[in-house]
């Protein structure tokens, strides 16, 4: 019997997703399993090895979980606010394990993140992973969960593949289904920004982040876009505040290592004064 | 006394890839990678019985007698054990059905 840390990727993600199952369990926390080994056989038409694990945790429990992960060596890489555009995953980071995004919520479905969890949550299937059932979403919403990751990822040369066999690919009932399913979970503006439909929506709030990702733009147009869609003064003055923030991990990355306080201020100025010149820049193009 | 049967840990995840078994205990790991003959013997105790099944199954699987391959099977089992990747337990015991 040999202990080896040169287990083949797809393995080693399979068992990871079994390592999380097992802690969520223990925490009595609901999580579904998404992407990678989780996806159901035929969603797929191509061979794409998962780097990572991909959950999405029941919203009430993400600091269940989150606790029960950092109790068994797995480490925070990136924070759920210095994630993305979207504020939506942690990523962690497990010596046996390796990669893993713990989803508070899912992009395109975030406007209820109960509400979408809940709706995923009723209908779930189970698959076993390394020999542990783990909860999955049923096979639609799998699509749907499949387009909106499609809709908010840059595939270089056409269609991102994962939308013939989730959209295109669809019977007319199908891609009903996969509509309503995205109106009860809000996701209705994504699934329009996969499917080639985001003009529909122009000029709503929603469509603002997701014209970034589909039309492509600099992280001013992504700022400016997460502030329009952003939902009342609350959210907006929140938005600015962490446009302003600098995101220790990054700067960490950047540097080498952990930056000190006067590097976090450097780049805080530095961060204000880009900003103040992308802004300018616009105007004067005006 | 009935001899204890062996079972894969209800807190084990693995994976068989191309004749050779990845398993770990969970929730922590690490991985174990079980080639060749070990995940000849993984499987055998997959399919479930005692120690002296599990030998008798992997005799068949190498093509060797069982007191030849008995020693190895032994010791292998017991690590597997010792790592929480297999656990002994007595089977319990099923009632004849009653012809009343």
């Known amino acids: 019997m040999t202990e080896v840390v040169d287990v083949p990727l797809p393995v080693r993600v399979e068992l990871a997703h079994a390592a999380v199952q097992v802690l969520a369990d223990e925490a009595g926390v609901d999580v579904l399993h998404i992407k990678g080994p989780a996806v159901h056989p035929g969603l797929r038409n191509y061979v794409r090895t998962g780097t990572d694990v991909d959950v999405i945790v029941r919203p009430s429990g993400v600091q269940a979980l989150m606790a029960a992960l950092a109790a068994h060596g797995w480490r925070v890489e990136t924070t759920f606010e210095a994630g993305s555009a979207f504020d939506h995953a942690a990523n962690l980071f497990h010596d046996s394990w390796g990669l893993l995004d713990v989803h508070r919520h899912y992009p395109g479905m975030d406007r209820d993140p109960a509400h979408a969890f809940d709706r995923l949550w009723a209908d779930r299937g189970s698959v076993e992973l390394a020999h542990v059932p783990c909860a999955v979403p049923e096979p639609l919403a799998q699509s749907l969960v499949l387009l909106l990751h499609a809709a908010r990822t840059a595939h270089p040369g056409g269609d991102h593949p994962d939308l013939a066999t989730n959209w295109a690919d669809r019977t007319p009932q199908d891609r009903e289904r996969i509509r309503a399913l995205a109106a009860d979970t809000g996701a209705t503006v994504a699934l329009a920004a996969a499917t080639g439909h985001l003009d529909e929506y122009h000029g709503d709030p929603e469509a603002a982040v997701w014209e970034v990702f589909v039309h492509g733009g600099d992280r001013l147009d992504e700022w400016s876009a997460r502030f329009r869609a952003a939902r009342g003064p609350g959210a907006k003055a929140s938005v600015l505040w962490r446009s302003l923030q600098v995101n220790r991990y990054y700067l960490a990355q950047k540097l080498g290592h952990a930056p000190s306080r006067t590097e976090v201020a450097v780049e805080s100025v530095r961060r204000l004064a880009a900003g103040l010149r992308a802004v300018a820049g616009r105007v004067g193009r005006r | ?100």
Request: hydrophobic share 50%; no cysteine.
């Open chain 2, 1 to 100: 006394m009935t001899d204890p049967h062996l079972f894969v840990a209800s807190r084990t995840a693995w994976v068989e890839r191309e004749g050779t078994v990845y398993a770990a205990p969970l929730p922590d790991g690490p991985p174990f990678v079980l080639a060749g003959s070990g995940a000849a013997i993984w499987l055998a105790i997959d399919h479930g019985g005692t120690l002296e099944e599990v030998i008798g199954r992997v005799a068949e699987d190498v093509g060797s007698p069982a007191e030849l391959v008995a020693a190895d099977v032994t010791s292998f089992v017991a690590g597997l054990v010792d790592a929480g990747l297999v656990v002994r337990r007595v089977a319990p015991v099923v009632p004849a059905p009653s012809h009343d």
